[in-house]
């Protein structure tokens, strides 16, 4: 359950960060830790 309210919560931040220019990285660590 806790898998497929992550999906929709991620999908935005991933926008945000990638527009924002972010570090992916950082992204990619905190979507293994919510996983």
Known sequence: MSS???I???QP???A???SSG???SL???HSSLA
């Open 8 to 10: 929709p919560f991620v």
């Open 23 to 25: 570090p992916t990285t």
């Open 4 to 6: 497929f309210v992550t």
């Open 13 to 15: 931040v991933i926008a």
């Open 17 to 19: 960060t990638s527009r």
């Open 28 to 30: 990619h660590r905190a």
